[in-house]
């Protein structure tokens, strides 16, 4: 699943814990 954090967020995280992973990457 953390396989593309970065295209997760151009469609809509799944979870806000995703979202905070992406953030700090």
């Known amino acids: ?3 593309y ?3 997760a967020l151009g469609v809509v ?3 806000q ?3 905070t992973t ?3 990457a």
Request: hydrophobic content about 35%; overall charge positive; charged content about 5%.
């Open 1 to 3: 699943m953390l396989r």
């Open 5 to 7: 954090p970065q295209i």
């Open 13 to 15: 995280p799944p979870t």
């Open 17 to 19: 814990s995703f979202a």
């Open 22 to 24: 992406t953030t700090t």
